[in-house]
Each structure stands twice: as C-alpha cells, then as structure tokens.
C-alpha cells in the first residue's frame, strides 16, 4: 500500500461488465421489427382468395334452400300429384329434422376430432355435403318403382329417409362452415367481413335457382308440345334444375375445401406458454356481463318476447316462399314461366331493402345474445314453419290431388290471411318490446371461492355479505 509520498500506481484496467438487463433490452430492441412485421401480416387478414374460397363453402346449402323452400309444394302437388297432407308431411318431417339435428351437431362437432390429419370442420363439412349431394336429387325425382296404382303412403316412406339424409347433411354443413369463421380469423372486422361474403353467395344461389328455372320453363316454352299450366309432363325440369344445382354446387365445395386452410385439432392439447407468460395467474375478476345458463334463459321474459317476434318474421318469409308459387299458378291463373320470374323479382326487392338495416340497426342498437338464444330460435322457426305448412295443408278445400275451383280463393287468403295475421302478431310483439324493453334479469346464487371475486352469474357480494341482482339491456 503506497504511503502520502509515494507515485500512484497505474491503474489497473477493469474489464467492463455488461449492465444487467442490458443483453435483453438488446434483444427485445432486435426482436421488435420481426414482432411489428408478423403483427402487420396478421392486421392483413386472409388474402382475397381464402375469403371467396371460404364464401364457397355454403353455397350447395343455400343453392338447395332456395329450391326446397319455393318449389318443393308445388313439385309434390301440380307436378307428381300426391294430396295435400302427404306433401305436407313430408315438409314438416324436413323441418323438424333440421331442428333436431342443428343442436345435436354442434354438440357433436365440438366434441370430435378431424378424419385424420383434416380438420375437424372441413370433415364434418364434407360428411354433411356428401350427404346433400347423395340424397337431394331423389327429392325432386318421381318415385322408383311407384305407379298409377301405388298408394301414397309408400311414397311418403320412400322419400323419408332422403329427406333426413338431406337435413342432417345441411345442419352439419351450416353448422361446420359457420364454426370456421373464428378458427380462421381474429379480429371482429374480419369475421363481420367474412359473414359478408357469405351472405353475398347466398344472394348469388337464390338468384341462380330462380334464373335456372326461369330459363328451363322458357326453353320449354318454345317447344311445340308444351302446355301452359304444370303437369307429370314437367318432371324433366325439376330433375334437371336439381341436378345442375347439385353439380354446380359440388363444384363450388370443393373449391372451398382446396382453398380453406384449417389448423389440425389435437385432442387434449394445451396451448403452449411462452416465455413471459407467467406461471402463476391472477385470479379471474368477475365477468362484465352475466352468463346464463339454458335453465336462467327460460326464466327470462325477454326470451319469448324474441321468440314471438323472431318466429313470425321468419314464418312471413318462408310462408311467403312456400306458397307463392301455387298463388300464381292457381289463383291468378298465371302461366308456370312467371314460378320463376315473380319470386325472382322478390328476393331482388328484399335483398336491396336489407341495405336499409345497417343505418336502422344502428338507431335501434343490438341486444340480447347467446348460444342457447340463438339455437332455440331456429328450432322453434324451423318447427313453427313446418307445423303452419301441415296446418294449411290440412285445410285445403279440394278433396282430389288436383286443383279445384275452391283452391283459388284458397290460396289467395293463405297469402292475405295467414301472412298478414302473423304480420299482425309481430307487429303486437314489437310494441310489447317498445314498451317493455327487453331487460336480461340475472340472479345470482352462490359465491366462487373464499375471496368475494364474483359470482357464476355476474352478481356481486357487498360488505354485508348479500348477493345483488341486476338487469342489462
């Protein structure tokens, strides 16, 4: 140790030690650009490509909608000249198949695996479009083996079973294709874009059902042997319109099953943790909005004020659909060319008014969601448009498969009375909602956990220790 007289040593060079924190502050500087670059081909979304290609993927559904809804009836009654009850029936069967199997097939679909190394959506989408494609075109194709003297009872057991084919292959394609929206894409702009695209194709399949047929009848037409009216002579146009429809259809799936991209599901995977995540979570705050189980809902006035209103706008439309082409043929008297031409005309009307929603929608506001909500609501429209189709049918004034004169006052009041009294009920219905809003009332029962962090129901605890409940719009 050098003393107050002696010369400074040299200092001794310290090697110089990186400040802790600093390699990782270095590295998160570095792995910024790469993270902004993936975040910005995320913001991009799926490429056009992958969206029509999705799009595609319903169009066989909306394509044999179409042709179910408009032409089934007719096709039954005028064309093959079964009775009223038998076609009825049949109508009724469809839709309480399709009821049935909706909520079964979610279930179902959640719970499976994909074939293989396919996706578990794409699979269930093609089991459900195989199904279509094998059953719809015996729907609108005479009866094999059935003759003059062949009783109706044994068609009615003959088109059964394509008619449940057909309704499970339908609700497994819907319900797959709708469940794609969240796998493929994120963001809520871009699953609202997706629904858009959909809802284009929809538009193009009704427009391509009614020129179809628009073009089959006035093909026929010109033809010298051809008559005015329908008959056994017109089966060769409902074949050929549900075969192209079918092809066409089929051409449109597999576009969409080259073209979608669905991430393999691995039964009982756990999605991996990243480096920051955190071992060790906070506890879960209670939700910010109540969660109602299916028990809750029914005890819900709101629930079966949308019930009332959601099933009779949907019944004016599918009565409306339904029995529009019988008005024509039978109570105006017009030739079977306008079959095509009028409803084509509709669905352009009501699809240019739908663009009055968005600013309506936005006025009015949304309320109201839930999976139970939504899956109870198409089944009781399915079944309500089912039972009115065997109830009206069972009505019909004529006691022979064929027309009689009474049949054409009948169906002009089935287009006045019936859809205008239902008219009549929804419009009672808004009013009801217009005076008594619809207000979610939640109750909750019980605590989770010891620390007072919520309830299961998204009621809270106050110091006192009781349970509140409350209302959401």
Same mark, same amino acid.
């Given at each position: 140790?050098?003393?107050?007289?002696?010369?400074?040593?040299p200092?001794?060079?310290?090697?110089?030690?990186?400040?802790?924190?600093?390699?990782?502050?270095?590295?998160?500087?570095?792995?910024?650009?790469?993270?902004a670059?993936?975040?910005?081909?995320?913001a991009?979304?799926?490429?056009?490509?992958?969206?029509?290609?999705?799009?595609?993927?319903?169009?066989?559904?909306?394509?044999?909608?179409?042709?179910?809804?408009?032409?089934?009836?007719?096709?039954?009654?005028?064309?093959?000249?079964y009775?009223?009850?038998?076609?009825?029936?049949?109508?009724?069967?469809?839709?309480?198949a399709?009821?049935?199997c909706t909520?079964l097939?979610?279930?179902?679909?959640?719970?499976?695996?994909?074939?293989?190394?396919?996706?578990?959506?794409?699979?269930?989408?093609?089991?459900?479009?195989?199904?279509?494609?094998?059953?719809?075109?015996?729907?609108?194709n005479?009866?094999?083996g059935?003759?003059?003297?062949?009783?109706?009872?044994?068609?009615?057991?003959?088109?059964?079973?394509?008619?449940?084919?057909?309704?499970?292959g339908?609700?497994?394609?819907?319900?797959?294709?709708?469940?794609?929206?969240?796998?493929?894409?994120?963001?809520?702009?871009?699953?609202?874009e997706?629904?858009?695209?959909?809802?284009?194709?929809?538009v193009?399949?009704?427009?391509?059902?009614?020129?179809?047929?628009?073009?089959?009848?006035?093909?026929?037409?010109?033809?010298?042997?051809?008559?005015?009216?329908l008959?056994?002579?017109?089966?060769? *146009?409902? &074949? =050929?319109? !549900?075969?192209?429809? /079918?092809?066409?259809?089929?051409? +449109?799936?597999?576009?969409?099953?080259? %073209?979608?991209?669905?991430?393999?599901?691995?039964?009982?995977?756990?999605?991996?943790?990243?480096?920051?995540?955190?071992?060790?979570?906070?506890?879960?705050?209670?939700?910010?909005?109540?969660?109602?189980?299916?028990k809750?809902?029914?005890?819900?006035?709101?629930?079966?004020?949308?019930?009332?209103?959601?099933?009779?706008?949907?019944?004016?439309?599918?009565?409306?659909?339904?029995?529009?082409?019988?008005?024509?043929?039978?109570?105006?008297?017009?030739?079977?060319?306008?079959?095509?031409?009028?409803?084509?005309?509709?669905?352009?009307?009501?699809?240019?008014?739908?663009?009055?929603?968005?600013p309506?929608?936005?006025? *009015?506001? &949304? =309320?109201? !969601?839930?999976?139970? /909500?939504?899956?109870?609501?198409? +089944?009781?429209?399915?079944?309500?448009? %089912?039972?009115?189709v065997?109830?009206?049918?069972?009505?019909?004034?004529?006691?022979?498969?064929?027309c009689?004169?009474?049949?054409i006052?009948?169906?002009?009041?089935?287009?006045?009375?019936?859809?205008?009294?239902?008219?009549?009920?929804?419009?009672?219905?808004?009013?009801?909602?217009?005076?008594?809003?619809?207000?979610?009332?939640?109750?909750?029962?019980?605590?989770?956990?010891?620390s007072?962090a919520?309830?299961?129901?998204?009621?809270?605890e106050?110091?006192?220790?009781?349970?509140?409940?409350?209302?959401?719009?």
């Amino acid at each position: 140790m050098a003393g107050p007289g002696s010369a400074a040593a040299p200092p001794r060079p310290v090697p110089s030690r990186p400040v802790p924190g600093a390699a990782a502050r270095r590295r998160g500087m570095a792995e910024r650009p790469a993270a902004a670059a993936a975040a910005g081909a995320g913001a991009a979304g799926l490429p056009l490509r992958a969206r029509l290609s999705f799009a595609a993927g319903h169009f066989l559904n909306d394509l044999c909608a179409s042709l179910w809804f408009t032409y089934l009836l007719l096709y039954l009654h005028a064309v093959l000249g079964y009775g009223h009850r038998l076609a009825g029936a049949l109508l009724l069967a469809g839709q309480a198949a399709d009821g049935l199997c909706t909520p079964l097939v979610g279930l179902e679909a959640d719970r499976a695996a994909g074939c293989g190394r396919y996706g578990r959506r794409k699979s269930w989408h093609l089991a459900g479009t195989t199904c279509v494609l094998v059953s719809f075109p015996f729907i609108f194709n005479p009866c094999l083996g059935c003759k003059e003297n062949t009783p109706q009872w044994a068609a009615f057991i003959y088109y059964l079973p394509f008619i449940i084919i057909f309704q499970f292959g339908w609700a497994a394609t819907q319900i797959s294709h709708l469940s794609l929206i969240p796998e493929l894409v994120t963001s809520d702009h871009e699953k609202v874009e997706l629904t858009a695209f959909r809802y284009a194709f929809t538009v193009m399949a009704n427009i391509t059902v009614y020129g179809l047929a628009w073009l089959l009848l006035n093909f026929q037409v010109d033809q010298p042997d051809h008559t005015e009216h329908l008959g056994i002579q017109d089966v060769p *146009i409902f &074949r =050929n319109l !549900s075969l192209i429809v /079918v092809g066409l259809g089929a051409v +449109f799936s597999l576009i969409f099953h080259l %073209g979608t991209k669905e991430k393999p599901y691995l039964p009982g995977s756990l999605p991996q943790l990243e480096e920051s995540t955190p071992l060790l979570q906070k506890e879960p705050m209670s939700p910010p909005h109540p969660l109602l189980i299916w028990k809750d809902w029914l005890l819900e006035p709101a629930f079966y004020q949308v019930a009332v209103l959601y099933m009779a706008t949907r019944l004016i439309v599918n009565l409306s659909q339904t029995y529009i082409a019988m008005y024509l043929t039978n109570s105006l008297g017009l030739s079977k060319k306008y079959i095509a031409t009028i409803p084509l005309v509709m669905y352009i009307s009501g699809f240019l008014s739908s663009f009055l929603m968005k600013p309506v929608n936005k006025w *009015i506001g &949304r =309320n109201h !969601s839930g999976a139970f /909500v939504y899956g109870a609501m198409s +089944f009781t429209d399915k079944m309500a448009n %089912g039972l009115a189709v065997m109830v009206i049918q069972n009505l019909h004034p004529c006691p022979t498969e064929l027309c009689c004169p009474a049949c054409i006052s009948f169906y002009h009041w089935v287009m006045v009375l019936v859809t205008g009294g239902i008219a009549i009920a929804a419009i009672g219905s808004l009013c009801c909602i217009m005076v008594w809003p619809i207000r979610v009332r939640y109750h909750a029962v019980c605590l989770q956990g010891l620390s007072g962090a919520g309830t299961p129901y998204g009621g809270t605890e106050n110091t006192e220790g009781r349970i509140q409940s409350g209302t959401v719009n």
